[in-house]
């Protein structure tokens, strides 16, 4: 079992912080305001969050109906922007060293910024977006705007921010929040909640969105559901530098999906049902699935795999490589050692970009890498993390109780090249209503 980030507080870089939050803490003042400093909690203390008041669901959940349905014209998620060649590791390993170490960057609402409201968004636009670039992750913390769907869209627009669909959006496996205003549920689901959500970016092989926006509006009522948080260029720094080669040279392929036949099942008809998904299922994924068979050893296993793709891809505005993969999340011998709550339909896994299996232990240092970067965020009510999601990784702990978080993507809001033209096609739409509908135990953490 792992968790080991989880007994500690971290605290990461503070812009500003109210009064009330040194006050009526035992925290003392001069760790609120260091740097990365992993500090034991003494005894007695009561974190901050723990008495964050939200709204209540009829509250939160109330879009603004004044303002424009965005669902009718909204674009697509942008294709994945690869830059993979040639990329010097020894130089990336120096450059990554060099970053700025808090990820996220946290700042903290003061009264006079609440007073505000979309005020500060707006005049602190600049600073924000700049803060994302340099560190990846920015956690706005104590704002009251977004403690609902239309607050949170009114600070995502002061913000310039603009909404695209989910890279998953015509698969089903996302479920609005508020259609009108592109807002996405996070993996609430009571079904999943004891389900571990390894580092991904929001991506495949073919989309990838510019950004996100996490929100808490009611988190988790008997506790956990913290929000993991690492930066890609800080994991490729660290990894081992053999390892790191080898799959930079190899590649890895990642599968989605295993749909079991009996393995006595005649070749013709293993065939046939092969051909079947080809054609009429894999598509709607918008995904360039390859159908292959027993591609991890199990006998009659179909496997739904992606095409070869970089472990590392260089981040599309800075240049900066970063670790640019889902193998936390993904790798199947990870899923076995940790809480994992999919059904075998949705169950994933990594391989060389050859189809040749990780070892263990390579499997093992992906995950020692990864986890000695989590930051394990406790979100309340109101709280938002915004993700540069070609630099930061995200992931959710297992939680008890009931919660509701959720999320907003973002495509290349200054860049037209890159953002590209395509705007949701409705009829991509079916597969998305059906899975929503019919198929709610699916996994929705890919
Ligand atoms: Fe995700």
């Keep these: 079992m792992k968790f080991t980030a989880f007994g500690l507080f971290f605290i990461p870089t503070v812009v500003s912080f109210s009064h009330t939050a040194l006050t009526s803490r035992r925290l003392p003042a001069s760790a609120l305001s260091s740097t990365l400093e992993r500090v034991a909690p003494s005894a007695g203390v009561v974190p901050q969050w723990e008495e964050q008041q939200g709204l209540t669901e009829e509250e939160f ?83 009251d705007l977004p403690k609902s769907v239309s607050g ?25 929040s508020s259609e009108r205003d592109v807002l996405y549920e996070e993996v609430n689901k009571p079904s999943l909640r004891q389900h571990y959500i390894g580092l991904h970016c929001e991506s495949t092989t073919k989309r990838t969105a510019a950004y996100a926006s996490f929100v808490c509006f009611k988190k988790a009522t008997e506790g956990g559901g913290r929000f993991l948080i690492a930066d890609g260029a800080k994991i490729l720094g660290d990894m081992e530098p053999n390892l790191l080669k080898k799959l930079y040279d190899r590649k890895v ?118 986890e000695k970067h989590i930051t394990a965020v406790p979100m309340s009510p109101g709280d938002v993390l915004l993700v540069d999601n070609y630099r930061t990784l995200h992931g959710r702990d297992v939680f008890n109780g009931e919660r ?32 929503n509908k019919y198929m709610d135990w699916l996994p929705k953490d890919f």
């Design 61 to 143: 959940m109330r879009s603004d109906m004044s303002k424009p349905d965005l669902s009718e014209s909204l674009l697509e998620c942008p294709l994945t922007l690869w830059d993979a060649e040639g990329i010097d590791l020894d130089a990336a390993r120096e450059s990554a060293a060099k970053l700025p170490a808090a990820c996220p960057l946290e700042i903290r609402a003061t009264e006079e910024d609440n007073k505000k409201g979309e005020e500060y968004f707006l005049e602190n636009k600049d600073m924000i977006r700049q803060k994302l670039l340099e560190h990846g992750s920015v956690w706005l913390r104590g704002f």
């Design 152 to 176: 949170h869209r009114v600070m995502t627009e002061s913000l310039d921010l603009l909404p695209c669909l989910d890279p998953l959006h015509s698969s089903g496996l996302r479920k609005f």
């Design 253 to 370: 392929r990642i599968s989605v999906s295993n749909l079991d036949v009996p393995p006595s099942t005649p070749q013709f008809l293993k065939e046939g049902f092969k051909n079947l998904v080809d054609a009429a299922v894999a598509p709607k994924f918008d995904m360039d699935l390859e159908m292959i068979y027993e591609a991890d050893g199990k006998p009659g296993r179909l496997m739904a795999i992606e095409e070869t793709e970089s472990p590392i891809n260089r981040h599309p505005v800075t240049g900066q490589p970063v670790w640019f993969c889902n193998a936390h999340n993904h790798l199947r011998y990870l899923r076995d050692r940790r809480p994992c709550g999919v059904p075998e339909v949705g169950m994933t896994d990594v391989f060389f970009g050859d189809l040749g299996h990780l070892s263990p232990s390579e499997c093992d240092e992906i995950k020692r890498v990864s």
């Design 404 to 435: 509701y978080h959720a999320v907003g993507w973002f495509s290349w809001d200054d860049n037209e090249k890159w953002r590209g033209d395509e705007l949701r096609q409705r009829e991509k739409d079916g597969l998305n209503q059906f899975v």
